[in-house]
C-alpha cells in the first residue's frame, strides 16, 4: 500500500511518517531530503536545482517530479510513502501519470486535520536543529538539555517561520494552494480525515486503524 500523507504546516507529518516507517516498514519519500541529497550528491538533478535555488527561485515541478520518479524507481516496489509532496493540484496530476507509468497508485491519502489555534501554539514551539534537521518541540517533545540536539549535539533553534507572525502567513499560503488537494483526492476516493490533535501515539493509532480498515 502506498500513501500520501498531508496536511498544513504543523499538522505532524514529519512526526508520523516515521512513526510509520518504524512500525509498518514503508519507505519514506520526502522532497525536501530528497532535493537535498541530490544537491550534496551533485546528481544531474541536483545540480539543475542547485542553480535555481541560488538564484533565489523556487524548484519547478518538474524537476521535482523527476525527483520523486528517481526515489521511487529504487524503491524496488517497496511500498512508500509520500511526505510534503504534492503540494498542489498541478503537482498531484503530475504524480498521477508518473504513478500510472510505472503500473502504481497512492492507495490512501491521508489529511491531518488539525484546528488552526492548534498550529500556531504547535509551531511556535518548535525547534530544528541546524546540524541533521531533527525537530524537538518545548513542551511535546523537548531536548534534553536546552538548545543542543539529542541526536546529534547541534544547535537547535526556532526557524523565522514558525514565529507567530510569521505563522498566520504560512497558514493562508497552505489554504490557497494545498487545501484544494482534498478535493482532488476527495474526487478520487481514497482521501481519509484524521484528527491530529492528541499525542504521537494516539495519532499513529489513528492512522494505522486506517491503513488496516
Given at each position: ?7 498544513p ?14 512500525k ?31 538564484k ?42 508518473l504513478?500510472?507509468?510505472m ?17 500556531v ?14 525537530s ?14 539529542d ?5 537547535t ?29 476527495q474526487?478520487?476516493?481514497s ?12 495519532v499513529y ?9
Open positions: 500500500m502506498n500513501i500520501l500523507l498531508f496536511g504546516p504543523g499538522a505532524g507529518k514529519g512526526t508520523q511518517s516515521a512513526l510509520l516507517v518504524e509498518n516498514g514503508f519507505a519514506h519519500i520526502s522532497t525536501g531530503d530528497i532535493l537535498r541529497a541530490a544537491i550534496k550528491n551533485k546528481t544531474p538533478l541536483g545540480l539543475e536545482a542547485k542553480v535555481i535555488i541560488d533565489g527561485e523556487l524548484v519547478s515541478d518538474e524537476i521535482v517530479i523527476g525527483l520523486v520518479d528517481e526515489a521511487i524507481s529504487g524503491l524496488n516496489n517497496k511500498p512508500f510513502i509520500l511526505d510534503g509532496f504534492p503540494r498542489t493540484v498541478v503537482q498531484a496530476e503530475g504524480l498521477d501519470q504513478l500510472s507509468k503500473d502504481k497508485k497512492i492507495d490512501k491519502s491521508i489529511f491531518l486535520d488539525v484546528d488552526t489555534d492548534f498550529l501554539k504547535r509551531l511556535s514551539g518548535r525547534r530544528v536543529c541546524r546540524g541533521c534537521g531533527a524537538f518541540h518545548v513542551e511535546a517533545n523537548p531536548t534534553n538539555a536546552e538548545g543542543v540536539c541526536k546529534c549535539g547541534g544547535e533553534y526556532q526557524r523565522a517561520d514558525d514565529e507567530p507572525t510569521s505563522i498566520s502567513k504560512r497558514l493562508d499560503v497552505y489554504e490557497k494552494s494545498t487545501s484544494p488537494l482534498k478535493d482532488y483526492y474526487a478520487k476516493g482521501l481519509v480525515k484524521v484528527s491530529g490533535i492528541g499525542s504521537m501515539d494516539e493509532d489513528r492512522i494505522n486503524g486506517v491503513l488496516k480498515a
